[in-house]
């Protein structure tokens, strides 16, 4: 397979765009017993204000695993990612009533050799707070 | 506590072998909401080019939780895990996992810096298949909360 985007639409800067998901108690159970990250500030909220916690917190690499799929899904083909890096800057709070929604937004920030461009990502929570930005190198059309 | 600076670039043994499922990559692609075909339908993942089902990018976590175990739990090290958090990932892939892959990880702690009053523990891992063909490298950022050495 390949990527659908061609290297050669894209310019430096610009902006892919951006895609909100919600996230709920329920995904973290289900992404605990998928990833086999089975720490309780992901499930407990009793446990999750003990240890200092506001409230159930989403497991980053469940923010970072929704950030790929917006990668993937822009570029049409997940064996396009050649490195995809995260940093995680602040916590998903997953309240039991609502949940959280997120947004992810990428720009293109550098037309690589061969095809390939870096991308820069962030994820943003509904109050406003960045709390993961990543960074994807993809291989395209 | 601060960390045992005498880790830093200390390689550990491969970890068992682990057999990727398309189970489990379907279940790991529900998990984290992604509903690619490529994930759940080898009809769709031939179409595309690939041997078998393939696996989302982030999977590999699966993989950390069995290969850090012994260097994270390595009492000399003097991590405690009630102070650590995720600070970054980073992996870099040579082609995607696929069904039926058997992955064996070979880790090291590749650095332990201090930043402010915390610690940075940094664990990289090379991935390959039993075959000895390379899949990725997955690269993790612990940090560890307020054990920096103090100053002065």
């Given at each position: 397979m390949g990527?659908?985007?061609?290297?050669?639409?894209?310019?430096?800067?610009?902006?892919?765009p951006s895609w909100s998901y919600r996230v709920v108690?329920?995904?973290?159970?289900?992404?605990a017993n998928a990833s086999g990250d089975g720490n309780p500030i992901h499930q407990n909220e009793e446990f999750a204000k003990s240890v200092g916690l506001p409230d159930v917190i989403a497991h980053g690499m469940h923010t970072m695993g929704r950030m790929g799929e917006y990668v993937t899904d822009w570029a049409g083909d997940p064996g396009a990612v050649e490195r995809f890096k995260?940093?995680?800057?602040?916590?998903?709070?997953?309240?039991?009533?609502?949940?959280?929604?997120?947004?992810?937004?990428?720009?293109?920030?550098?037309?690589?050799?061969?095809?390939?461009?870096?991308?820069?990502?962030?994820?943003?929570?509904?109050?406003g707070a960045s709390v993961a930005k990543g960074e994807a190198i993809v291989a395209l059309a | 506590m601060p960390l045992n600076k005498a880790f830093e670039g200390r390689e550990f043994a491969a970890a068992p072998p682990y057999e990727v499922t398309a189970e489990s990559i379907r279940e790991f692609a529900?998990?984290?909401?992604?509903?690619?075909?490529?994930?759940?339908?080898?009809?769709a993942a031939k179409e595309a080019g690939?041997?078998?089902?393939?696996?989302?990018?982030t999977y590999l976590t699966k993989l950390n939780f069995i290969y850090s175990a012994e260097m994270m739990l390595d009492p000399n090290l003097g991590l405690?895990?009630?102070?650590?958090?995720?600070?970054?990932?980073?992996?870099?892939?040579?082609?995607?996992?696929?069904a039926g892959d058997v992955l064996i990880a070979t880790p090291k702690i590749a650095a332990i810096t201090a930043k402010g009053r915390n610690e940075l523990l940094v664990?990289?891992?090379v991935i390959r298949t039993a075959d000895g063909e390379q899949v990725a490298v997955a690269r993790s950022t612990i940090v560890s909360r307020g054990t920096a050495p103090q100053e002065g």
């Open positions: 990527a659908r985007i061609a290297a050669k639409d894209l310019t430096q800067g610009q902006e892919l108690r329920e995904d973290l159970v289900r992404y995260t940093r995680f800057s602040a916590m998903v709070v997953v309240p039991a009533q609502g949940g959280n929604t997120v947004t992810v937004a990428g720009t293109v920030a550098e037309k690589l050799e061969g095809d390939r461009v870096r991308l820069d990502l962030v994820a943003t929570t509904q109050d | 529900d998990a984290i909401g992604d509903r690619n075909p490529l994930y759940r339908d080898e009809a690939y041997e078998a089902i393939i696996a989302p990018p405690n895990y009630a102070l650590v958090v995720h600070g970054e990932q980073e992996y870099e892939y040579r082609r995607p996992v696929k664990t990289e891992a």
